[in-house]
């Protein structure tokens, strides 16, 4: 039943996912952070399994034309079994590397209906889920969960029935759904699951940087480190595991280096027909977590914050990176440099996690 899954870039050393993030991993953003040095698995925004649902178009070509030379994994979220397993049926037909179930989504509106992190409250339907997608996916079905809802009490129970259903790899983002992306991230909890199921499991929450995967892979027992923000803060992140991984100096970036991330990742991801002032304040989110190694004190996220034109934005990253160019883009975030700091109060309950509603 159970297929090996794809090699590392490495052979040998631990495996590196780049997180699947709502409104940031489509197909432009994976193809920039593989020009910085690809992850060995990607994995797509996750697609919204319902009675009328049909795979999104523009998740699809993260699939269809993925010429990163790394496999894509499609994530889904739903509960409703024949319409999952119909989905699932849709996507094997595109050259997706395997199926991974989504169970963490702590937006409000997705867990109230059941699905995402909310099905962690009903391990029986997660048994009945996984079961059936178990019996619909020949190849690779793999699983992103949280620790729990309010807590970790049905923990161990779901990672039996990861085990029992032969998930072939699983991802757990150490901390419940009520603790959203801020808290600490549990790693002891990393650790139980490495321990208890015989996938590979990939450890995510908060690795953010090369030597903080090592410390976190040694620790945890993961077999590799899946990473969501801080690779839109530092898309050589993968690079730098690598290097790291290898016992070697991970390549130290420039503020240089990353004036031309900036300007890549702008044309990358302008849409025909956005106008200018929605694509620079499309720009602001992604800045909003690179502005987290630029200056200690956030002297950049303010000046990008008020820019209302491409011109205004250029200026004020050739202010910030160029000035000094050689200086070192931190390796780690500055500590206390928030983006947005009511990040988590969702604005009108945004029915997924994006952008508008998650920050560092
Ligand atoms: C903007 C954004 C969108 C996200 N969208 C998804 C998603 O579609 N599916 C999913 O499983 N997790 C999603 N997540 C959660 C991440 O995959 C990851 O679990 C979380 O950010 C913790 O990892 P990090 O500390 O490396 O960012 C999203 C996170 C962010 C910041």
């Known amino acids: 039943m159970s297929q090996a899954l794809p090699l590392p870039i490495s052979p040998g050393q631990p495996l590196t996912a780049l997180a699947p993030m709502q409104d940031v991993t489509d197909l432009a953003f ?117 620790i729990g809802f309010e807590d970790d009490a049905h923990f161990e129970r779901i990672l039996g029935i990861v085990v029992r259903h032969q998930v072939d790899l699983l991802t757990v983002h150490g901390r419940t759904v009520r603790e959203m992306y801020r808290s600490e991230v549990h790693y002891d909890k990393i650790a139980q699951a490495a ?23 040694r620790d945890t027992g993961a077999a590799g480190v899946m990473i969501g923000r801080h690779a839109i803060r530092n898309p050589w992140i993968f690079r730098q595991c690598r290097e790291r991984f290898a016992g070697r100096e991970p390549l130290r970036v420039s503020l240089g280096d990353v004036r031309g991330y900036v300007e890549r990742l702008y044309h990358a991801t302008r849409q025909e027909g956005i106008p200018e002032r929605a694509h620079v304040n499309k720009m602001k989110k992604y800045l909003n977590f690179v502005g987290q190694g630029v200056d200690p004190r956030g002297d950049f996220l303010r000046d990008m914050r008020r820019a209302e034109s491409e011109s205004e934005l250029f200026g004020i990253c050739d202010r910030h990176l160029l000035s000094d160019a050689g200086a070192a883009f931190a390796p780690e975030p500055y500590p206390g440099v928030i983006a947005r700091p009511n990040c988590e109060t969702p604005v009108g309950e945004p029915d997924g996690c994006s952008l508008e509603t998650v920050s560092a």
């Open 30 to 146: 994976m193809r920039v952070v593989a020009s910085y040095g690809a992850p060995d698995l990607f994995f797509t925004e996750f697609f919204r399994v319902h009675a009328q649902s049909r795979p999104e178009r523009h998740i699809l070509r993260s699939i269809d034309e993925n010429d990163t030379g790394r496999p894509v994994f499609a994530q889904l979220i739903g509960e409703d079994i024949p319409h999952m397993v119909r989905t699932v049926e849709a996507l094997l037909r595109h050259p997706v590397a395997g199926i991974d179930l989504n169970l963490g989504c702590p937006a409000p509106k997705v867990y109230k209906k059941n699905v995402g992190g909310g099905l962690l409250r009903d391990p029986d339907r997660i048994d009945l889920l996984i079961g059936a997608l178990r019996q619909a996916v020949p190849g690779l079905l793999t699983v992103k969960m949280r």
């Open 195 to 217: 321990a208890r199921v015989p996938c590979p499991l990939l450890a995510n929450g908060n690795v953010t940087s090369a030597a903080r995967a090592a410390e976190i892979v």
